[in-house]
């Protein structure tokens, strides 16, 4: 968890290739579907469009269905889902229902006007979804990614009033999504303003502290 721009993408990509857990990130299992345009993907459109929320009926259901597709044998890390208790909720049925649980939840922290500075320049890549910064992390060679030489561009909803709202929309509910998983004992948080590489050491510590990672 954590505000958009707190580099939830970047640690879960780097926690993939340490660790060898699966990622899935609603807002790239959301993006698909709007691109290949598959019925609930349509629906999905004009809320992503507008930087607010995708309604739980959608999001639920399609999150649920990627996370079965990792398949039985690996463990999975969620990037950006579960975002309302609802869903939290849903989550935790379902994983009960197949005799599944939580782990582990991290809270990604970082003061809000760091997140809209990171946000409003940023640019990802094509092929892989490398995070660059217009101004603070720029590409050696502009519009091209280091890392693999795809063309980077800026995403749809990265504009300055769907940064707002996704920002105020996720100040308004975070807090209960933080006390529904402390309550029960799962969150730990993790200061995200600092260097990518200590973020992750972090992580992976946390990780193999709770035993999630062999
Ligand atoms: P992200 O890539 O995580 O910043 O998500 C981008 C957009 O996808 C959000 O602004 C929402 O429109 C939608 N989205 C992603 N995850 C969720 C979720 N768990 N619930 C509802 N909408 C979501």
Redesign the pocket.
């Known amino acids: 968890m954590g505000p958009?721009g707190a580099g939830?993408?970047t640690q879960a990509s780097e926690l993939q290739r340490l660790t060898g857990l699966a990622h899935v990130?609603?807002?790239?299992v959301?993006?698909a579907a709007i691109r290949d345009e598959t019925e609930l993907g349509m629906q999905?459109k004009k809320?992503?469009d507008a930087?607010?929320?995708?309604?739980?009926e959608i999001?639920v259901g399609m999150?649920l269905e990627a996370i079965h597709k990792v398949g039985a044998d690996r463990d999975v890390l969620l990037?950006?889902?579960?975002?309302?208790v609802a869903?939290a909720q849903a989550l935790d049925e379902a994983l009960g229902r197949l005799g599944e649980r939580i782990d582990l939840v991290v809270e990604l922290e970082l003061p809000i006007e760091v997140a809209k500075e990171r946000l409003s320049g940023r640019l990802l890549c094509r092929a892989h979804g490398h995070v660059y910064n217009e101004r603070t992390q720029p590409p050696k060679t502009r519009g091209v990614c280091d890392i693999d030489g795809s063309e980077l561009y800026q995403?749809a909803?990265d504009y300055p009033e769907?940064i707002e709202k996704?920002l105020r929309?996720w100040e308004r509910e975070n807090g209960q999504l933080v006390e529904y998983y402390d309550s029960r004992g799962l969150l730990c948080r993790v200061n995200a303003d600092r260097a990518p590489g200590e973020i992750t050491a972090d992580l992976v510590a946390l990780l193999q502290g709770g035993s999630v990672v062999a």
Do not use: H, M, N
Request: no cysteine; proline share 6%; hydrophobic share 30%.
């Open positions: 958009q939830k993408g990130a609603s807002g790239d959301l993006r999905a809320y992503y930087g607010e929320l995708v309604p739980d999001t999150l990037d950006g889902f579960p975002r309302t869903q995403r909803d769907a996704r929309i």
